[in-house]
């Protein structure tokens, strides 16, 4: 049964680092790709970046100086870290598993239900 | 970035009606497109993907069309449980991208 869940401080104050983890479960990392996916609150979704099967990443451009992914397979976790948060990252943080083994197609089959991340002083 | 524009930002609509919805690409996407259902609260569930492909326990009331640019989702007879906000994803270039959503509303 495949299954992904976000955990997190649901607080972050300005200007500090977001760190997320990513638990997976029912599916290898090395054989599925795991997006990362935020939608602040009222809003559209926002892709924000991938862990590829193979460890490698990728980013969107709009939030790459800001955010690294990495995971651990032994734990099944792919983790998020964003830095120099503002408050226009508050939002919804969701992973989410890639359709397609290994190819990778980009559409999201599974998601986790979500954690929720203020940034207030 | 590929820009998804999805209209109208809501639809009033009763049950048991046709449902279209529309999501135009700011350039040729080649049909890879993807549909996603969201409830209050919930995370998105992928619908359609490849434009056209009904995912797996997807009831058969929803389909989807469209090429180039131009794509529809379109349910079939509304029932209650498909109230939601539904978007459209770009999944031919990254950044992978999405529409600003299109919310259902009952009349």
């Known amino acids: 049964q495949v299954q992904l869940k976000e955990s997190g401080p649901g607080l972050v104050q300005p200007s500090q680092t977001l760190s997320l983890t990513c638990t997976v479960s029912g599916f290898s990392l090395t054989s599925y790709h795991v997006h990362w996916v935020r939608q602040p609150p009222g809003k559209g979704l926002e892709w924000m970046g991938v862990m590829w099967s193979d460890g490698d990443t990728s980013y969107n451009s709009a939030l790459k100086s800001r955010l690294s992914i990495s995971r651990d397979t032994s734990k099944s976790q792919v983790f998020l870290k964003m830095s120099s948060l503002q408050t226009e990252d508050t939002a919804t943080y969701y992973c989410a598993r890639d359709r397609s083994e290994l190819s990778g197609d980009g559409y999201f089959d599974f998601w986790g239900p979500g954690t929720m991340v203020t940034v207030s002083s | 970035d590929i820009q998804m524009t999805q209209s109208p930002s809501s639809l009033s609509v009763s049950l048991g009606d046709n449902v279209t919805f529309t999501c135009e690409a700011s350039?040729?996407?080649?049909?890879?497109l993807a549909w996603y259902q969201q409830k209050l609260g919930k995370a998105p569930k992928l619908l359609i993907y490849?434009?056209?492909n009904l995912e797996d326990g997807v009831p058969t009331r929803f389909s989807g069309s469209g090429s180039w640019t131009n794509y529809s989702l379109t349910i079939s007879s509304l029932e209650p449980e498909d109230i939601a906000t539904y978007y459209c994803?770009?999944?031919?270039?990254?950044?992978?991208?999405f529409g600003s959503g299109t919310k259902l509303e009952i009349k």
């Open positions: 350039e040729n996407i080649y049909g890879f």
């Open positions: 994803q770009n999944n031919h270039v990254y950044p992978l991208t």
């Open positions: 490849g434009a056209t």
